[in-house]
């Protein structure tokens, strides 16, 4: 594991996101603020992700959608590459669809 203090910019990035994780390789993944839905739907709401390495440096940042039971159900990869939006299984977390 890592010491989160020790990485560039971490301070700031706890007091912006909502809640972190640290994962197994020396990453951390900040999650950003809940936005519910404006409209009732499939959708209950949603927060953007961002993810950075042991340097502090952005590798990956996408935007998930959550489903009433907070469930993950469609995910909008934009760093490095914006993939579009990818539709997942909530129970499997599998591809279903894209566009």
């Not at 020790?6 to 950003?32: K, N, S, V």
């Not at 409209?39 to 950075?52: C, P, S, W, Y």
């Not at 959608?65 to 990869?77: A, E, K, T």
């Amino acid at each position: 594991m890592i010491d989160p203090n020790t990485i560039p910019e971490h301070p700031r990035r706890a007091t912006t996101y909502d809640y972190f994780r640290i994962l197994c390789d020396r990453r951390i993944r900040y999650y950003g603020h809940y936005k519910a839905a404006k409209i009732l739907g499939k959708t209950a709401g949603a927060r953007l992700v961002v993810e950075v390495d042991f340097t502090g440096t952005v590798g990956r940042t996408w935007y998930e959608s959550y489903d009433s039971q907070n469930r993950v159900i469609r995910i909008h990869p934009k760093t490095p590459k914006d993939l579009g939006h990818i539709e997942l299984n909530p129970l499997t977390g599998k591809e279903t669809a894209r566009w």
